[in-house]
């Protein structure tokens, strides 16, 4: 009853040309896919172009972030009007890219969080642990401290805006996955922590996407978690033969 969600996270990559490439190299692998929703997310200069290669398909395209205000003098910062203005339907917040290199906490994400909900978009936002926390045992404390944070003021009412996804930090780009086990363990735990927020329907519906070194190897695995409600890729969404394949998951 949970619709997957794989979405790629480009992160600081692809030229205007690059981007257009992929754009259309998914497209022609993704666009008649019914059994997820496939999300782009490429960097803010390529967003209209990509914009434009994916118009008319099912596919939807995301921001890798937003501010909290709708205008004003913000150098360098982008507007959720601009991000609906140019095609999004997502942003992803919280990245711990975000909270490592750029100061981002449970307080800004959540900022961000009540903005978003306020709008048309809808939010990926990201939580997760460092290797140091869960080596320590502490990593089931973190996560609800980040939920809490990120989530402070939600209502069940504006929770299906948001879209949650596990990314151990250890995991990111190290090619370290989390076992399918060791992910659904957390899933679980935080499906169980918005039941306790939010009411059991709420949690129920909500999508729980894990991030951190998905593959074309592993995707499969984790998919059939029951708790893995589709993936947060990184550096594999980068080019299409390998998005492709996770997209299309088996399981
Ligand atoms: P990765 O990145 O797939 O390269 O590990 C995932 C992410 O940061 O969202």
């Keep these: 009853m949970r619709t997957p969600v794989i979405a790629g996270n480009w992160k ?21 896919v019914s059994h997820c929703q496939v999300v782009l997310a490429p960097p803010f200069t390529a967003l209209a172009a990509v914009a434009e290669e994916i ?6 395209l995301a921001a890798q972030n937003v501010f909290w205000e709708t205008q004003g003098a913000y150098t360098g910062e982008i507007s959720i009007p601009m991000l609906q203005d140019v095609g999004c339907g997502i942003v992803i917040l919280g990245h711990s890219e975000r909270r490592q290199y750029f100061g981002e906490t449970d307080e800004t994400v959540n900022r961000r969080v009540k903005a978003v909900v306020k709008s048309s978009l809808r939010a990926i936002v990201c939580i997760g642990e460092t290797l140091s ?69 709420t949690a129920q519906a909500m999508q729980i996407l894990y991030g ?32 492709l394949r996770i997209v299309h998951y088996h399981c």
């Design 12 to 32: 600081m990559h692809k030229t205007l040309a690059e981007a257009r490439a992929l754009a259309r190299a998914v497209k022609a692998g993704a666009a008649e």
């Design 55 to 60: 118009r008319g398909t099912p596919l939807i």
């Design 133 to 201: 926390q869960r080596e320590a045992g502490i990593h089931h404390e973190v996560i609800s401290q980040q939920l809490a944070g990120a989530l402070d003021g939600l209502t069940p009412q504006t929770s299906w805006r948001i879209i949650l996804a596990y990314e151990p930090v250890w995991a990111i780009g190290t090619g370290r996955t989390a076992t399918p086990e060791v992910a659904q363990e957390v899933h679980a735990a935080i499906r169980n922590w918005m039941a306790g927020k939010f009411g059991g329907e």
């Design 212 to 243: 951190g070194s998905v593959k074309p190897e592993n995707i499969d695995d984790l998919m059939r978690q029951p708790d893995i409600d589709g993936a947060l890729v990184g550096g594999a969404c980068l080019e299409a033969q390998s998005f």
